[in-house]
């Protein structure tokens, strides 16, 4: 297919990441990209190449190894054969699980796609080399309308993208699942307990709302990892409060999740408790010790 110029400005390529208004587009996998994937090999590439990338970057190699295991290993797909088909969310074979691509981009580049009314035109953008250069970050998403969970898989924000694209990326996740999925589903995520750059991402997922951990080696609509251990999250589809928000909070429940379940492999028959208090509730408990003794008969002080 013949590629059609990207009218995208250089100068919103070159612009800085956090002075940029973004958008996300979705893309739904099994019935925009399948019917015409040789023709998005450009696209798919880009993706999974990044998706590698962001695995090593995970796994804690700096970016020279990165970029060394990249050139020696990544292999780019040329040709999908008769009855292949590219599914990076091939455990779920339901054809009522929604399968979908987030791409988030500078939102000039969608007014762009915005006044090409023709596929092969669409198709041709999406594959140009100045759209892919454009592309902030992925996710993929997985969706089951019967238990209305939303599951979100290979957050991978671009290198090029500068600092504190993660939150862009996250934001404008955000809000393209508000629109597409109803507001009383769950988001689930999970993030491989053990890597260098485990901390980076829960910081993140905190700050946007994401709570209620438990560590598992299954999804909740089914896919399970063997024996990987997974650090899992979820939060409501819906609009948060920023002020409801408490990533402290999420923080020590991470901990003691973490911790009571690293105690358990060790020793299975151990369960320890830990409680977590509010300054102004400590400051209470403190005062005790001084407010609640009482002295005995024979002029001994104790504590009630």
């Known amino acids: 297919m013949e590629q059609i110029p990207v009218q995208i400005p250089v100068q919103y390529l070159n612009l800085e990441r956090e002075a940029m208004e973004t958008t996300p587009i979705m893309l739904n996998i099994v019935t925009e990209i399948q019917p015409d994937q ?26 020279d190894a990165i970029q060394s295991e990249y050139n020696t290993k990544f292999q780019p797909i040329t040709n999908y054969p008769k009855g292949a088909k590219y599914d990076p969310i091939e455990y779920y074979d339901d054809k009522a699980i929604f399968k979908g691509l987030i791409l988030v981009v ?40 019967t238990r209305k969970i939303v599951e979100l898989y290979d957050v991978c924000v671009y290198k090029a993208s500068g600092r504190g694209t993660g939150t862009i990326i996250m934001m404008n996740v955000l809000d393209a699942l508000l629109v597409q ?6 988001i689930w995520l999970g993030v491989l307990l053990g890597p260098k750059m485990f901390e980076a991402p829960l910081k993140l997922y905190t700050r946007m709302g994401f709570s209620n951990p438990y560590i598992t080696n299954r999804a909740p609509i089914g896919s399970v990892w063997g024996d990987k251990e997974i650090l899992a999250l979820y939060r409501q589809n819906d609009y948060i409060d920023p002020d409801e928000i408490n990533p402290e909070d999420a923080r020590l429940l991470i901990e003691y999740v973490i911790r009571e379940y690293q105690s358990h492999v060790i020793n299975p028959r151990t369960c320890n408790a830990y409680a977590y208090f509010k300054p ?25």
């Open 280 to 304: 102004a509730n400590r400051r209470y408990l403190k005062s005790l010790a001084r407010d609640a003794t009482t002295q005995d008969i024979s002029g001994k002080i104790t504590q009630k």
């Open 181 to 186: 999925f109803p507001n009383d589903a769950l």
């Open 106 to 145: 500078p939102a000039i580049v969608l007014a762009e796609l915005q006044t090409r009314k023709n596929k092969e035109e669409l198709i041709s953008i999406l594959n140009h080399r100045d759209f892919l250069d454009s592309i902030l970050g992925h996710v993929l998403v997985a969706y089951d309308p």
């Open 38 to 63: 040789n023709n998005f090999l450009a696209l798919i590439n880009k993706v999974r190449g990044q998706s590698y990338i962001c695995g090593l970057r995970g796994q804690g190699y700096d970016e």
